[in-house]
């Protein structure tokens, strides 16, 4: 197939304009100001539109897709209680709907990946039905015995039998600091490396948890106590340096939120070995103080942006999170922002070059926003509210400006 639009963003500020992509297979293996049709082949031709590596988003919990707007946002602890009651009640079927509408939803803004924390390994089962390339992570803590159920199993086990799976990829997520012990962390970090999954976790998200690490006190040590977590490390250490220190930090390990850091993180974040997964809109859901975006984007920390579920935002559209982000961090500029949603996240999670970039030997995993020339197509981008005018993924077409994605 023979792809030609007005311009095409192949990577971080590299702009081809016009310029035309050919892909075969699953990859993109020309890209040229022109390239010759060949006989019999497939053409598309973008009017109009800036053609984009798609969108990847490096956090979100699809299975929460059906509690928009149903949590309060007055107090992180409050929120987790609520999260537990509302969790306990949803049935299979809901939990199958709620994918569903989570990929429709990420599908129609433009994001061809996804970094999914699966709380309920059963639901692998389903991976192959969805058309976008998905990492599941599955969610893992141990605050209470737990025994994963025969079909969880089988769905974690599913992926281990089959690693070549097209768009399906596993990671491991250990929770966040006070839901998992120091022993499960350490049992991550062994088993990443020795399967070679890729790992993330939750990390220094809100204040009770700041206080619950570097003051052994607060409402979210008092939740824990309750659900009989022992609390016999750590005390006036951040989380990071808490995770650091028990020897949880995987290596590469995406941390998301860093909402809060002590003087000591700083030096960890800058050695550039784990990318920052920032979330905006969640990160504005729960009033929380402003985040160090510049400060890490100086030092030359990686950083990508997400979603988090829409338990605690009413979206699941990057470009909304760059909108709300940058009103906080007008000094960044578009280019960088657009970075932060394709190739940073691509090579975070190990695939540079080959993922979130416009380049031969590529993944064809691609969309089209509307664009008028002339104007910046990096802002156009940002800007645009539409649903992709063209999306594929690994060489499949998914929409077009008349066949929707549903
Ligand atoms: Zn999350």
Not at 30 to 50: H, K, M, N
Not at 211 to 223: N, R, T, V
Not at 231 to 247: C, F, H, K, M, T
Not at 372 to 395: H, Q, T, Y
């Amino acid at each position: 197939m023979l792809i030609s639009a007005k311009a095409l963003i192949l990577g971080p500020g590299e702009l081809l304009a016009p310029g035309m992509v050919r892909v075969l297979g699953n990859r993109i293996v020309q890209v040229a100001e022109e390239i010759p049709l060949r006989l019999g082949e497939e053409r598309v031709v973008l009017e109009d539109a800036v053609l984009s590596p798609g969108l990847i988003n490096a956090h979100v919990h699809l299975d929460y897709t059906g509690l928009r707007g149903k949590l309060p946002a007055d107090s992180f602890p409050a929120w987790v209680k609520e999260i537990i009651r509302l969790k306990a009640s949803l049935s299979p079927v809901e939990l199958e709907a709620a994918l569903e509408e989570g990929f429709r939803l990420l599908a129609g803004s433009g994001t061809t990946g996804v970094v999914n924390m699966e709380a309920y390994p059963e639901l692998l089962l389903l991976a192959d039905r969805f058309p976008l390339r998905c990492w599941w992570f599955l969610e893992l803590l141990d605050i209470r015995p737990h025994v994963w159920s025969p079909e969880a199993t089988c769905g974690a086990l599913r992926f281990f039998d089959d690693p070549h799976r097209p768009l399906g990829k596993l990671g491991l997520a250990p929770h966040a600091p006070y839901t998992v012990s120091p022993e499960l962390y350490r049992l991550v970090r062994q088993s990443a490396q020795r399967f070679r999954l890729p790992a993330t976790t939750h990390l220094s998200e809100s204040p009770e948890e700041w206080e619950m690490f570097c003051q052994g006190g607060g409402a979210l040590l008092d939740l824990v106590r309750q659900a009989g977590r022992p609390r016999e490390n750590g005390r006036e250490l951040s989380p990071l340096q808490w995770l650091d220190r028990i020897g949880g930090l995987v290596p590469g390990m995406l941390l998301v939120h860093l909402n809060y850091l002590a003087d000591a993180d700083w030096a960890l974040l800058a050695r550039g070995e784990h990318p920052v997964v920032h979330c905006p809109k969640s990160h504005a859901f729960f009033s929380y103080p402003p985040f160090p975006l510049e400060r890490m984007l100086s030092l030359g920390i990686p950083v990508c942006l997400a979603t988090d579920s829409l338990a605690s935002n009413d979206s699941l559209d990057l470009r909304e999170e760059i909108r709300v982000a940058r009103e906080r961090h007008p000094g960044v500029p578009a280019q960088r922002w657009w970075e932060m949603v394709t190739s940073a996240p691509a090579r975070a999670l190990g695939f540079p070059g080959t993922l979130g970039e416009i380049r031969s030997g590529a993944w064809a995993d691609l969309a089209a926003f509307r664009w008028v020339k002339g104007s910046d197509p990096w802002e156009a981008c940002i800007e645009g509210r539409e649903e992709p005018l063209f999306l594929m993924v690994n060489g499949k077409v998914l929409q077009t400006e008349d066949r929707r994605y549903r």
